[in-house]
């Protein structure tokens, strides 16, 4: 898969030869879906939280005796029953919404986005992102050159990249992001991708062995399956 490299005035001074296995991969919905949805979960934050009929304050005296009032018996004024008393079955803050996502479920969501979007023209390599003033005009300036001034865009750098987070973060739908902090639910949230050289790179390095390898073991394990289908189809000869 190629993608256009630009420099800072928008002008294209190359392409990036981005490998097919993480940058042209089919789409899959059901994946996505699934990875998406257990980031959200697990990054939701429990605050709701009712007292039992043990942790309201009061009701440590039985309110009348057992027998001869005639009233029914009752020996807490904190019985979920009576006003003023616990919940029962209530929300509760200790309760966990955290959902587990496999590392190898997690890199092939990501790159399935990113190769769609690929696909749909919406990523953009840079040659650099660094900057020598932490001056938002520059990034507005660049955008501007790109053709994506106004449009949502999620901006991947390095640390190295002098000011990098201080020129993007204050432009509106705009999330500058370094790419140790790679997350589906950013990609999915922002129509396009822009990239630097070094940020790139960085992502490519880390992560075209290990689909790579993926891919490969799950080639080995359909090949044994199907030799083992074809065994059993075959009938011995007499």
Do not use: C
């Amino acid at each position: 898969m190629n993608i256009n490299i630009y420099n800072k005035e928008g002008k294209k001074t190359g392409t990036y030869d981005a490998p097919d296995n993480l940058f042209d991969l089919p789409f899959n919905n059901d994946l996505v879906y699934q990875v998406f949805n257990a980031k959200l979960s697990s990054a939701r934050k429990n605050y709701a939280h009712t007292k039992t009929r043990g942790e309201v304050r009061g009701g440590g005296i039985k309110p009348w005796k057992q027998k001869g009032t005639g009233k029914a018996r009752h020996g807490s004024i904190r019985s979920p029953i009576w006003v003023g008393g616990g919940t029962t079955f209530g929300p509760r803050k200790d309760r966990s919404y955290e959902s587990k996502v496999n590392k190898k479920m997690n890199a092939k969501a990501i790159f399935t986005v990113f190769s769609n979007k690929a696909r749909n023209k919406n990523i953009f390599v840079v040659e650099s992102l660094s900057y020598d003033s932490p001056k938002t005009k520059q990034g507005y300036a660049l955008l501007k050159n790109l053709k994506l001034d106004l449009k949502s865009i999620l901006v991947f750098g390095v640390k190295k990249d002098d000011n990098f987070k201080f020129v993007f973060r204050n432009i509106p739908r705009v999330t500058p992001v370094f790419i140790e902090g790679l997350n589906i639910v950013d990609i999915l949230q922002r129509e396009n991708i822009v990239f630097s050289k070094t940020a790139i790179d960085e992502l490519v390095k880390q992560y075209v062995t290990k689909i790579k390898n993926q891919n490969v073991k799950i080639k080995n394990i359909n090949e044994k399956s199907n030799l083992k289908t074809n065994k059993l189809l075959v009938s011995p000869t007499k």
